[in-house]
């Protein structure tokens, strides 16, 4: 777990700013401009009562000051436009890339998804995280132009009286630090109320992937009654958060009363003697209210840059070893132009399989202690490998930890005799295929299930799905390959779902095709069906997970596995005669 | 698109109701508050008029004295008024929350193949929580800006009636302006909130799975789809964007016009002698003062485009109905119960028939296997049979009353259906056993995990019952999440079982270890068992055969072995085959 601290953010965000300079440049000059321009109607309302007081009856003067109000407000909207329509591309950018970066930095790590995190918490930092980072680098420009506007609007009123100005403001410094103080509460209530959001938005996301087991099993009423509890967890959490931030708003809030309240106490012998005028009293309070704001805009910048902070800090615990700065790496978002082509890989000669061979290959889940262990055997071009045995002795586990979808354990893996120090990104296409237990289809058609952005033309579709023995069900699909399959397919049966998979394999034509128990949804016939076509394939390797005795019977070399080590392997005669295990098995 | 307003005031209602003393005091303190905001300004008129006459300076500064006490009490009323309001806000939109929950599960399965879990997340919290501002601030801001904003105008009445004119008539034009602007950015704001939640589900579909689209190298595939949705994201979120920032032009334009107003009012009675300057400072001050509930109005009317846009959501969710209508008749039975199907037709899409005149009759205690190809039908068969969806033809009855009559939670009870795709929760082991149930007790569920020979399995938790469990099963085996689901069902005792290709993924040794109890389970149930494989059907008393959604073969399973010409004699040969090759 990498700790990302309170400086690293500041960092990152420069990173990420550095991502679009000029739009940043372009943008803050347009909103600090924004910022600063309510300087004018405050000397134009000190004029209006200037002149009032005065007494000196110059009426145009009067109405010019009416005119150059409504000047400054149609230049504020103007610019204000253009800001907005800089700023929300810039804002865009920022927020993309960090999703951009954290989609890819999480698809590209081993492992199917995060030991602890559920894909609704993951979800959150995709939506919430990215925001909150992206307004973190976005107000930046708000607190310069507001601290523009104040030093500006304290030099002005320091030219009006100077005491009066230290002695209204120095209380509002004072507020600052009072804020800062209260700091380390608003993180830790900010924690623990995002942490009970995230539970109440996990349990949402698992009711609905669960939908089925929930209504079949009528298990709503008790379903909602968990609900509730993190619910009114989450009131609790809440509430107690924002009253403390409104009392430090208040807080805020008070020193524009008890400024103005100051002002009227420090005023009262000079306005009586006429050397400071309704007009001075006008713009010190006029300015007052906006160098309040900032002060608490800047408590507020800082409540939510720590919050920020712990954005940054869910983020790095998805990232899990991949260092944080990989977040904010400069990688283009296509907004514009050509999407970028997906290249056909080409396989190297030396990558061209020969022979794979594990050393001592062991993982133990951290859960459970499960897992497996000292795992050795060696797997030669154009052979097929069966790895069998019974229920949660670690076939699966094996057959995971081999293509990097658990992370690297102990021992070795050799590919063509050399050391694979990253299975992971090692054991993909084309070098290797595999059809997961309970493969995942995407909301898309049938087609580019299959595809996955592999060019038909470059390969052959209709092959791969006589190989999977899918013709006959894509003839029945309502509108073929371009049916529309759900994220848990829609229409199609566990079975078919499988041998979709199973298609999406035999098109990649890798070198090694790896399928863990492809059997378990299917029937007889489309079973035996589907191994007789693996089988009449030439030159392929295959690694296989299953008990059937179809497969034990055609397969070169087994590998019986029990409470997760190998029990024994060899041919189906030699273990049939010695292995006890593969007996109870094989019946 | 508008939001009317009778849509807010509807969800309101219902929602707040429970909560009337708090609300009562909410008014309260919100009174207090706008009663405070408007004494002020008179204070500073005194003291500029007392100041411009010399008194004096006594009177100045018990005046400001004065002023900063009631500041000091406003914002006392206003930590207590949030306090009240937030605490409101929660219970409501809880409730709230709770009833979509509940609604949206007891929408049908089509529904949900529809909706990713992602997207129906961001629909119920995301939704929800920009309705919570709705509940907890922004009416009761908007109600006291309101209220502000008319104290104000009165007493510049009583000051004299051409400036409360003047700036009443600036009040209505700025709200309208306002109200017209608003439902222009209601209706790009839905948009946009229905593009990120169809953007989060695509994450969330890619993000479980990884497993695939790695091993596929189909990486380069997601980042190019990506790139595409930010492509079709960015013009509508510009649009929208733009439309929240057209409205606070429109304030800055519409807040000047008003200062115009004041100055030009006040200026000119100043002239004519009607007012004093302190009078001129005070109608200068009150606009200043209707800047903050117009400024506030702003944001608020900002988020109500927000709120506005998931109110039209959340009311689209809840008027979906549920096909499967709830039965009157209670389900009360004690043994097995017999199945009897007539006539059943059903199809998933209109003329595309998936079940074809389906009749078969099940006495009660008997054992129904079921055989067919993928795609014939049989998980089909047996969704109509848990009521996941509603028959288009044709009827079903259960212990001899009509399927669609039974009260849904009583046929949940005693219906109990293992599909081969088992579904966990991110919990502990109970919860994920009993499924949130905490009537029942630990040894209950222990005996029942013993029952389907987990017990060491049970053992090697590290914390027992307590032990956590990830939903996307991690360190759990295929086979073992399978046992669990059996262990669902021995915690119910139902009296018919529908097992959907249950031992599918279980080895021989395995099959073997949980017949005995399934044994067990079955002796005081009526049962049908979806197979592929014959072994897993040796137990039934009758055989059914589907084809293309057809009945090819149903009958007495001894005779349909002794017929050399049935079906079921055929694939059990065709099985033996397959152990003879």
Known sequence: MQEIGKKKPLKLMWRMICYCPFLYFADCLVWILIFTSPLIPGLLAKKFF??????????????????????????????????????????????????????????????????????????????????????????????????????????????????????????????????????????????????????????????????????????????????????????????????????????????????????????????????????????FVYYLGFVADFTQFFGKYIAHYQQTCISFQRIADLMEDTPIEEIVQHNPLYLKGQLPVIERIQLSEDDKFRELELKGLSYRYPATGGGISDISFNLKRGSFTVICGKIGSGKTTLIRAILGLLPVGSGEILWNGKRISDPSNHFVYPKSAYVAQVPRLMSETVRDNILLGIYEDDMDLNKAIYLAVMEKDIETLENGLETLVGS?????????????????????????????????????????????????????????VSNRKIALQYADHIIVMKDGSIEAQGTLAELLESCKEIQSIYV | ???????????????????????????????????????????????????????????????ALAFIGISLIKQLVVVASTYVSQDVGWSSTNALREDLLEHCISLDMSFHKSHLPGELQERLDGDVSSLFSFFSRLLFNLINNFALILGIITLLFIEDWRVGLGLSMFCIIGTTILYKVQPIAVKSWSSSREMSANFFGFIGEQISSTEDIRSSGAF????????????????????????????????????????????????????????????????????????????????????????????????????????????????????????????????????????????????????????????????????????????????????????????????????????????????????????????????????????VGLDTWLDNLPDGLDTMIDCSGGGLSAGEAQLLAFVRVFLRNPAFIILDEASSRLDPITEKLIEKAIDKLLKNTTCMIIAHRISTVERADYILVLEDGCVAEFGNRIELMSDKNSKFSKLLRMGIEEVLA
Not at chain 2, 28 to 33: D, E, F, R, V, Y
Not at chain 2, 48 to 61: F, N, P, T, V
Not at chain 2, 390 to 404: A, H, R, V
Not at chain 2, 423 to 445: C, K, P, S
């Open chain 1, 50 to 283: 200037d002149i009032l007081s005065e007494n000196a009856v110059v009426d145009t003067n009067l109405w010019s000051i009416l005119a150059m109000i409504a000047v400054v407000a149609i230049s504020r909207a103007v610019l204000i436009y253009m800001g907005a329509r800089i700023d929300i591309f810039f804002r865009f950018k920022q927020s993309s890339l960090i999703r951009r970066n954290l989609l890819e930095i999480l698809m590209k790590r081993p492992g199917a998804n995060p030991s602890k995190t559920s894909t609704g918490e993951i979800l959150n930092s995709f939506r919430d995280d990215a925001s909150q980072i992206e307004d973190a680098v976005d107000w930046i420009m708000d607190l310069l132009g507001n601290l523009i506007f104040a030093i500006c609007a304290i030099a002005i009123l320091m030219g009006i009286d100077a005491k009066i100005t230290l002695l209204v403001f120095t209380p509002l410094a004072l507020v600052i630090v009072i804020a800062n103080k209260a700091n380390g509460r608003v993180e830790k209530y900010r924690r623990d109320s995002r942490k009970a959001t995230g539970a109440v938005n996990g349990i949402i996301g698992e009711i609905f992937s669960t939908v089925q087991a929930v209504k079949v099993s009528g298990a709503e009423e008790h379903i909602i009654k968990h609900f509730q509890s993190l619910n009114q967890k989450r009131h609790k959490l809440m509430l107690r958060d924002t009253l403390f931030t409104q009392m430090l708003e208040s807080i805020y809030e008070n020193t524009i009363s008890l400024g103005t309240g100051l002002i009227l106490l420090l005023v009262a012998q000079s306005m009586k003697n006429g050397s400071f005028s309704v007009g001075d009293f006008a713009v």
């Open chain 1, 488 to 544: 848990r397919g829609v229409k199609l049966s566990g079975g078919q779902i499988q041998r979709v998979a199973a298609a999406r394999m035999f098109i990649r034509n890798s070198e090694l095709m790896v399928l863990d128990d492809i059997s378990s949804a299917l029937d007889v016939n489309t079973e035996s069906t589907l191994w007789n076509r693996i089988f009449e394939l030439k030159e392929k390797t295959c690694l296989v």
């Open chain 2, 1 to 63: 698109m508008k939001v009317s307003i009778k849509e807010y005031i509807l969800l309101l209602k219902k929602y707040l109701r429970p909560y009337k003393k708090k609300l009562i005091i909410l008014a309260a303190l919100m009174t207090g508050s706008i009663v405070l905001q408007l004494i002020n300004p008179q204070i500073v008129r005194f003291f500029i008029d007392e100041a411009a006459k010399g008194d004096s300076a006594k009177h100045l500064i018990s005046a």
């Open chain 2, 220 to 451: 380069h595939n997601t980042m190019h789809r990506f790139y595409e949705f930010l492509r079709r994201w960015y013009p509508i979120r510009r649009k929208s964007g733009t439309m929240g920032y057209l409205v606070w032009i429109t304030i800055i334009i519409v807040f000047a016009f008003g200062n115009i107003v004041a100055f030009g009012i006040g200026g000119y009675l100043w002239l004519k002698g009607a007012i004093t300057i302190g009078t001129v400072y005070l109608i200068f001050y009150y606009t200043e003062l209707l800047n903050r509930p117009i400024e506030q109005i702003r944001h608020q009317l900002q988020e109500l485009q927000v709120a506005g846009a998931s109110v039209t959501r959340i009311k689209e969710l809840f008027d979906m109905k549920p096909t499967i209508k709830e039965g009157e008749v209670p389900l009360k039975c004690m043994g097995p119960v017999s199945i009897k199907i007539e006539n059943l037709h059903f199809e998933y899409e209109i003329n595309v028939p998936v079940l074809k005149d389906i009749s078969i009759e099940l006495e009660p205690g008997k054992i129904l296997g079921v055989l067919g190809r993928t795609g014939s039908g049989k998980t089909t068969l047996a969704r109509l049979l848990v009521r996941l969806f509603e028959p288009t033809n044709g009827e079903i009855y259960i212990d001899g009353k009509l399927l669609s009559s039974i009260q849904l939670k009583s046929l949940r009870e005693h219906v109990a259906y293992v599909t081969q795709d088992v579904q966990l929760f991110n919990a502990t082991v109970r919860e994920n056993l009993t499924l949130f149930n905490h009537n029942i007790g630990d040894e209950v569920i222990i005996n029942a995990i013993k029952d």
